[in-house]
């Protein structure tokens, strides 16, 4: 399994009146993980797009277990423990800064050519890296 961390503070705007995060933020902060974690890898998203391959989101699961708060550091791990295919499965957690999982997920990322708007499979590039990442 390939797991990468990243930190993010939570901003007012991402909060209710209580101080208390709005459940739709949880998904934004997987996406800052999963972005960070490719561009970690070496897969940037402009390089993936100049590559002409898009990776929409099809599918998000999200289980909710202590609130975050205001001025909360967040600690989002992202791993994925298998090579894609025609999907890939990226798995999150969010943790507070005393440690207690915030939030848990899972991630479904499709593979779209560009060009022809069509589903492809993972494209070789983006196979070998992930595959280098998983068995290190």
């Known amino acids: 399994m390939a797991k990468f961390e990243h930190f993010l503070e939570v901003r007012y705007y991402e909060t209710d009146q209580m101080g208390i995060v709005h459940h739709s933020n949880y998904v934004r902060y997987f996406e800052c993980g999963r972005t960070a974690m490719l561009k970690e890898v070496g897969l940037p998203m402009e390089e993936v797009e100049k590559a002409g391959i898009m990776m929409p989101v099809i599918s998000v699961e999200c289980r909710y277990k202590v ?19 025609a999907r890939m499965m990226i798995r999150s957690e969010i943790f507070n800064a005393d440690g207690q999982l915030v939030c848990e997920g899972c991630v479904g990322i499709g593979f779209i ?24």
């Not at 708007?117 to 990442?133: A, G, S, T």
Request: aromatic share 4%; proline share 9%.
């Open 113 to 136: 050519d560009a060009a022809s708007r069509r589903p492809v499979r993972c494209p070789k590039m983006l196979v070998d890296i992930f595959e280098k990442h998983i068995n290190n």
């Open 67 to 85: 609130p975050a708060r205001l001025g909360d550091r967040l600690r989002i791990v992202t791993s994925f423990d298998e090579v894609p295919k």
